[in-house]
């Protein structure tokens, strides 16, 4: 079999197929695109920019009149912001436009977002991905499921993926400063890349002086951040921004594929869909113990590993997505480099079995979308297990990272950085 896939990916009708696919999923996005101006989530974006230009918190007050006002579709289960003050601001900036023009700005800045994910993981795999096998990468980024999602709700990961995967370029690069910069940078736009930030200071070399400088300057950066963003607006944010959000996922949502969205939606389940607010409390405190502890497991393999700097941050991006309470289809725009360098891992000495599995985590994180209830009317407990085929493709995807943390040799492991240089 494995000859046989050998002779199918020299097959120059593949360029041509996947040329062709990028270049029809193009003309569809401009075509469906047009009209999601005034839907979700651009619209939540624009009317809290507008909202906080015109002076008022847009943590307390209701989207409600704005969004009407403006032509956009309004919904009660949002009605108020929920992203961090510092992305409201850097969206403040489009929300002096006519929100026609800031939409198509956005959506041109996240496929900007997307273009510089693929350049990044061709610079970062240079000597190991070829031009040909590039191209298939983006193919398969562009006409994923998973890329379509998140352009048709106009979200924000692409930008996040960016800025996280630059940090890595440049702790590659040995400029561990920019790199601890530009982590923060998508960790105060919303909030949950922070959990990469440790690895960032830690592995960047330079002993305890340079760690210690690193953490000071993220301080610096965080404060300095805070305080240009408005104190009081952050805090509004975590008492009313935050706890919206919580409720809305709270009520169990088959969309989400995380671990911690695993366990709500199991305890719900089994509570009738009737959970007391108390039930609903600790239920939500153990699924982020649990999305915690799968954390804080990942930090010790990489602490116990050090030779391999690539594995630890792929295993990290893949743990961030598993233990984060909040994980959509559209996060796992994450996935496009971590899993690049798994098929580039299998491809050095491939099995029937390795090729296969890599296959069906790919498939696995396009179904994005709930599977029809039809097919398990009666039985909601294998609806909720086969709604959450995104996280078992997660879960393998740590699982091979981690084994080529302990138990990989030789050519494939890449020299930690030491002293800030490779």
């Known amino acids: 079999m494995t000859n046989w896939l050998r002779r199918l990916a020299t097959n120059r009708m593949l360029d041509v197929g996947a040329v062709a696919l990028m270049v029809s999923v193009l003309i569809w996005w401009s075509v469906v695109l047009q009209a999601r101006w005034k ?28 969004s009407r006002a403006l032509g956009f579709r309004y919904t009660e289960d949002l009605s108020v912001a929920t992203y961090p003050p510092g992305f409201l601001w850097m969206f403040a900036a489009l929300a002096i436009l006519p929100p026609r023009a800031a939409f198509a700005i956005w959506t041109g800045s996240e496929l900007l977002c997307l273009g510089i994910i693929l350049w990044l993981t061709r610079h970062l795999l240079a000597n190991r991905l070829s031009l040909r096998g590039w191209l298939f990468v983006a193919a398969l980024a562009t006409t994923s499921r998973v890329v379509s999602y998140h352009l048709y709700f106009s979200q924000s990961q692409l930008l996040l993926a960016a800025l996280v995967l630059a940090a890595y370029a440049a702790q590659r690069a040995g400029r561990c400063g920019w790199a601890c910069l530009a982590v923060s940078t998508a960790g ?5 890349p ?16 340079g760690r210690c400088a690193r953490l000071i300057g993220v301080i610096g950066f965080v404060l300095a951040v805070v305080t240009v963003t408005g104190p009081g607006l952050w805090r509004d944010f975590f008492r009313a921004g935050m706890p919206a959000i919580a409720e809305w996922e709270e009520t169990g949502r088959t969309f989400q594929f995380s671990l911690p969205a695993l366990l709500n939606n199991l305890g719900v389940l089994l509570g009738d869909f009737h959970l007391s607010p108390e039930a609903k409390r600790w239920l939500w405190l153990g699924g982020t113990g649990a999305g915690l502890a799968v954390l804080a497991a990942a930090y010790g393999v990489c602490l116990a590993t050090r030779r391999d700097p690539e594995a630890q941050f792929c295993m990290l991006c893949t ?6 309470v909040t994980v959509q289809g559209h996060y796992f725009v994450f996935l496009v480099f971590p899993l690049t360098v798994a098929a580039l891992r299998i491809a050095a000495k491939p099995t029937s079995g390795q090729v296969i599995g890599l296959s069906l985590m790919i498939l696995a994180f396009n179904c994005v979308e709930p599977p029809s209830p039809r097919f398990f009317e009666g039985h909601m407990l294998l609806y909720v297990l086969a709604g959450d085929l995104p996280l078992y493709g997660l879960i393998a995807l740590a699982a091979f ?11 494939h492991s890449i020299p930690a950085i030491a002293d800030g240089r490779q």
């Open 319 to 324: 743990a961030m997505l598993i233990g984060t």
């Open 401 to 411: 990272f981690w084994r080529e943390l302990l138990y990989r040799q030789g050519p």
């Open 188 to 192: 105060m736009l919303k909030l949950y």
């Open 39 to 66: 839907d979700y989530d651009f619209n939540h974006y624009y009317a809290s920019g507008r909202i906080l230009l015109e002076g008022r918190n847009p943590y307390t007050t209701s989207l409600k009149a704005m």
């Open 194 to 209: 922070f959990v990469l930030l440790p690895w960032f200071i830690w592995s960047g070399g330079g002993g305890v002086r």
